[in-house]
């Protein structure tokens, strides 16, 4: 088996100062103290901010949220798009020991409302573009209110709460995931040491500010004591001109992103330094071709909002189709249904422990029963289905339950997926089951073809069933816009909700 992985910080903290670092704010405050006119946040328009600066309008607007009525503990909501002032109240509200739950301004009404209401804040601040909510302060109001830079002198520690992160809910109800300060700092050393960051790098963030992976990117960068940068929101048509003119070196992926860029026109620009991108849930077949088109090494690993980036793979340590080996941080099983360890090639749940204090998410917010659910003692169940091979490199297969009882025959959507995808008119594919007329489920497949695309459900139908087996031919297919989360990946419980439509094509298959 490789040697175990070490976490290296090649340059700026040393790993004494790393661990003495034990949150993000420490971090910044000592950058802001030993270097405060060096450039930290690079932002959408190429708007720039340095640590000091960062770090006393943080300061003021802290003092600015005291005056709100905002007290340790307390929750403080954002509704916003990425900026260089989101950033500074999310680390104001980290520097008087309030939670930050950050939200999807896409959201509708009803659903923001609901997570509002759960998260019972005492302030909610918005930009001019959200939806509008009555009780809410927008976010250059409150940096314009007056105070001196004058926050509590003790600082929360790395076991306080940080973050509610609710999750993506693409298989049903979101869930808020209460992440600590030592979490966050941990997680940002992990995001180094998957990148291999040194005093050259420049991470380069596409995910918004309420998705765990844009607090990973920017954590990264923090630990890592190099500038951040930042887009508003994922553009295929502008990412490689951006990453060109904020010198990136490396970017974070969720979901469907390098499938986009794939079957996009945009190519790599003259110049361009980037040199790996980090995330996970990209199709194999996709990965060869990313690399290949745009000399961009993909390093897949695997993580949650609740265990950021326990497995990974650095561009030294890499294997084909694999998301990579267990940090050693964290102690690994694949077990079965009776949660028994399976041999090595055995499909089974991934069961994960940290040996870290901060290595696991802290709670679901206000849920004890699902918090309780998701442990086997003190093993935390993914309910991802995996494989792990004789070399300890792990292989994810599929989530447990996205499979459809088909005439007897369990059939993976995940699989379904992947051959449809494989189209090169089709962006995004997602199979899931309706009820049967004869029992068990029938597989709807739903597709968005990329721009300009034209194809019938028909024909896309004929095309894919050539290359899968009679048992998993889907018997329904439907074209059109699939609804998605923040990080890209389609809502497969909103797919399944809508069902059958009035132009979703029968092919009538049921043998």
Not at 21 to 29: A, F, K
Not at 186 to 215: I, K, P, Q, W
Not at 375 to 389: I, N, Q, Y
Request: aromatic residues 8%; glycine residues 10%; contains cysteine.
């Amino acid at each position: 088996m490789p040697a175990a992985r070490q976490i290296m910080l090649s340059h700026g903290p040393t790993m004494a100062q790393a661990r003495a670092d034990r949150t993000l704010l420490s971090c910044l405050e000592r950058y802001a103290s030993e270097r405060p006119d060096c450039l930290f946040l690079i932002g959408p328009c190429n708007e720039q901010a340095t640590y000091g600066g960062f770090w006393a309008a943080a300061g003021t607007a802290a003092t600015a949220m005291l005056a709100q009525g905002v007290k340790a503990g307390e929750r403080v909501v954002t509704i916003c798009e990425n900026s260089i002032e989101l950033f500074v109240i999310i680390v104001a509200a980290w520097r008087i020991g309030a939670t930050l739950v950050p939200l999807n301004p896409g959201l509708g009404s009803d659903l923001l409302g609901e997570m509002i209401a759960t998260a019972e804040p005492t302030l909610l601040v918005v930009d001019g573009g959200s939806t509008k909510i009555a009780s809410a302060i927008e976010i250059a109001d409150l940096l314009k209110l007056d105070g001196r830079p004058n926050p509590p002198a003790s600082p929360p520690g790395p076991g306080t709460d940080a973050l509610i992160i609710f999750s993506s809910g693409t298989t049903g109800k979101s869930k808020g995931c209460v992440l600590s300060h030592g979490y966050l700092a941990f997680f940002g050393r992990e995001f180094s040491a998957m990148a291999e960051l040194d005093e050259d790098d420049r991470v380069f963030c596409v995910t918004a500010l309420y998705h765990v992976n844009a607090f990973w990117a920017f954590a990264g960068s923090v630990v890592n004591g190099t500038p951040h940068a930042f887009e508003k929101r994922f553009s295929a048509s502008t990412f490689w001109q951006r990453s060109s003119e904020v010198e990136a070196t490396v970017f974070d992926y969720v979901g469907a992103i390098l499938a986009i860029l794939l079957r996009s026109a945009g190519e790599r620009t003259s110049g361009n330094r980037l040199r790996a991108c980090l995330g996970g849930g990209v199709r194999t077949e996709d990965l060869a071709q990313f690399e290949k088109r745009f000399h961009c090494k993909v390093l897949e690993g695997y993580g949650l909002t609740e265990c950021c980036q326990p497995i990974y793979q650095t561009e030294r340590d890499r294997k084909h189709g694999s998301v990579g080996r267990t940090s050693i941080y964290f102690d690994a099983r694949v077990v079965d249904e009776h949660d028994r360890d399976v041999s090595p090639g055995t499909p089974g749940q991934l069961l994960l422990r940290s040996r870290t204090p901060h290595g696991l998410f802290r709670r679901y917010w206000r849920d004890p029963e699902q918090t309780k659910a998701a442990f086997k003692g003190k093993w935390f169940a993914t309910r991802d289905l995996v494989t792990r091979d004789t070399d300890g490199y792990f292989y994810f297969i599929e989530r447990l339950g996205h499979v459809v009882r088909r005439r007897g025959e369990n059939v993976s959507c995940f699989q379904v997926e992947g051959v449809f995808a494989s189209h090169p008119m089709v962006q995004l594919a997602a199979a899931v089951g309706v009820p049967a007329a004869l029992g068990d489920e029938e597989i709807l497949l739903a597709v968005e073809l990329v721009d300009g695309a034209t194809m019938t459900p028909k024909e896309l139908h004929s095309w894919g069933i050539e290359k899968l087996p009679k048992f998993m031919h889907p018997r329904y297919v439907r074209i059109g816009t699939l609804p998605r989360t923040a990080s890209q990946r389609v809502e497969r419980h909103r797919v399944k909700s809508i069902g059958l439509t009035a132009d979703t094509y029968d092919s009538g298959t049921i043998g």
